[in-house]
């Protein structure tokens, strides 16, 4: 029974940390009474640090925050403390090569009967991937905003319209661009949300 008891809690410790590392999610525990902070595996790979080599204290996690962003996340701690209110944060940490990684930190913090803080308890997920997608995203669309808006030639965006089989008929105009207002004399505005076809059929264009 003590074997089987022990099986299950290392089974179940491996298949924590092999989710976390799945979803680049690491947990931290903060025993404020006792000053000690405890990471998982995962938050050390998130930090490129080693239990080994580094034992993490508020003040050391503190100092791995951009610069810009360290006054935000002390206060985000430190204002739970006081509030009693869980939080969550975004912001940049920079790794010792360098490497500047964007994070989640959430926290939420357990109080004893006269309000004093005894534990904090924290995620920490790697988001990187997801800011610097956003990120290229969003630059795609501004310059394909940008080359929409100055094309010399009539521009039209179109989505499906789709029948009762569900097949495609038509095309609802969604966006036009400045040159459209030659092409429909200036009624361009008009002729967002209408289709092709209807366009097609109207005397008027």
Same mark, same amino acid.
């Given at each position: 029974?003590?074997?089987?008891? !022990?099986?299950?809690?290392?089974?179940?410790?491996?298949?924590?940390?092999?989710?976390?590392?799945?979803?680049?999610?690491?947990?931290?525990?903060? %025993?404020?009474?006792?000053?000690?902070?405890?990471?998982?595996?995962?938050?050390?790979?998130?930090?490129? &640090?080693? *239990?080994?080599?580094?034992?993490?204290?508020?003040?050391?996690?503190?100092?791995?925050?951009? *610069?810009?962003?360290?006054?935000?996340?002390?206060?985000?701690?430190?204002?739970?403390?006081?509030?009693?209110? *869980?939080?969550?944060?975004?912001?940049?940490?920079?790794?010792?090569?360098?490497?500047?990684?964007? &994070?989640?930190?959430?926290?939420?913090?357990?109080?004893?009967?006269?309000?004093? *803080?005894?534990?904090?308890?924290?995620?920490?997920?790697?988001?990187?991937?997801?800011?610097?997608?956003?990120?290229?995203?969003? !630059?795609?669309?501004?310059?394909? !905003?940008?080359?929409?808006?100055?094309?010399?030639?009539?521009?039209?965006?179109?989505?499906?319209?789709?029948?009762?089989? %569900?097949? &495609?008929?038509?095309?609802?105009?969604?966006?036009?661009?400045?040159?459209?207002?030659?092409?429909?004399?200036?009624?361009?505005?008009? &002729?967002?949300?209408?289709?092709?076809?209807?366009?097609?059929?109207?005397?008027?264009?």
């Amino acid at each position: 029974e003590q074997r089987k008891t !022990q099986y299950d809690l290392e089974n179940k410790d491996y298949r924590l940390r092999e989710i976390q590392k799945i979803a680049k999610l690491g947990h931290w525990e903060n %025993n404020i009474i006792k000053h000690n902070l405890y990471w998982s595996d995962e938050v050390y790979k998130i930090y490129g &640090v080693t *239990p080994k080599t580094f034992k993490p204290t508020y003040e050391k996690v503190l100092n791995f925050s951009h *610069p810009d962003d360290r006054d935000s996340v002390k206060h985000a701690y430190e204002n739970s403390l006081i509030t009693q209110v *869980p939080y969550e944060i975004v912001h940049r940490i920079v790794l010792k090569n360098g490497t500047i990684k964007y &994070v989640n930190e959430k926290c939420s913090t357990m109080f004893d009967e006269e309000g004093n *803080p005894l534990r904090s308890l924290g995620t920490v997920m790697d988001i990187t991937h997801t800011i610097k997608t956003e990120k290229a995203l969003k !630059q795609t669309e501004e310059k394909f !905003q940008l080359l929409f808006e100055n094309l010399d030639q009539p521009f039209l965006i179109c989505k499906p319209k789709y029948n009762e089989k %569900n097949e &495609v008929f038509d095309f609802i105009i969604t966006e036009l661009n400045p040159a459209c207002k030659i092409l429909f004399h200036g009624d361009y505005v008009e &002729v967002k949300k209408r289709t092709i076809l209807e366009l097609f059929h109207d005397p008027h264009f």
